[in-house]
């Protein structure tokens, strides 16, 4: 199992630009969720789903997009970048288990808004 | 808004003291979570606690979850270089949507 891929790992942009950073798991997790970590701030969460067809808002969902048309792939768009974007983006994975949901983090993508 | 805290920032300490980091909730948790994340990597999951009073030992690692599900600790004995890392606690108010502390950054000292 290659777990929870993300692409790209590195990203620069120009503010104003549009991208999606991908991610995809293969472990048929239900639950599927975004972080950004900024320095200082631990991770902040964006956008999670708890199966296909389901999105939700985290903590800080503005200026971001997702949709979740599969189980393995859970797409975040960033519609018009900015350089308040500037971060690390995560994205997680788990089984939903009330009693037991350790998130599987992706390898991440360095994100810089210019 | 749900908030959880974490102290302290940073520890540095010397190999074989000990270490404690603590997390606090401005509201009652149905779970908690921890993490590591090494220099450069992703957050890793060490543990989860649901139950008030909860405590669970890892090796030289004790997690500790409070009787009001508000607070937890995770206390490391006798530091190994291997240690150094930032640690991470993530609170849920159901369990899908989890609120991560802002980590302690932890430096071991051969």
């Known amino acids: 199992n290659a777990g929870v891929t993300q692409t790209p790992k590195f990203q620069v942009l120009k503010t104003g630009q549009s991208m999606t950073l991908q991610c995809a798991q293969d472990m048929n997790h239900e639950y599927m969720s975004w972080y950004r970590q900024d320095p200082g701030m631990g991770l902040r969460l964006i956008h999670y789903s708890v199966g296909a067809g389901i999105t939700d808002q985290g903590e800080v969902p503005n200026g971001y997009n997702v949709s979740r048309s599969t189980t393995e792939d859970f797409p975040l768009r960033l519609l018009s970048a900015a350089p308040s974007q500037t971060s690390v983006y995560f994205c997680a994975s788990s089984p939903v288990d009330a009693s037991y949901n350790e998130q599987f983090f992706g390898p991440g993508t360095r994100l810089t808004v210019l | 808004g749900q908030q959880v805290m974490q102290i302290p920032q940073y520890q540095h300490v010397q190999e074989g003291e000990d270490f404690t980091t603590y997390c606090n909730s401005s509201?009652?948790?149905?779970?908690i979570q921890w993490y590591k994340q090494r220099p450069g990597g992703h957050p890793v999951f060490l543990i989860q606690?649901?139950?008030?009073?909860e405590v669970k030992k890892q090796k030289r690692l004790t997690f500790q979850f409070g009787e009001a599900k508000k607070n937890s600790s995770l206390h490391i004995t006798a530091t190994q270089t291997t240690d150094v890392g930032t640690y991470f606690c993530?609170?849920?108010?159901?369990?899908?949507?989890?609120?991560f502390g802002s980590g302690t950054k932890l430096n071991v000292k051969p």
């Open positions: 606690l649901v139950k008030s009073g």
């Open positions: 993530a609170g849920a108010d159901n369990f899908n949507k989890f609120y």
């Open positions: 509201t009652t948790l149905s779970n």
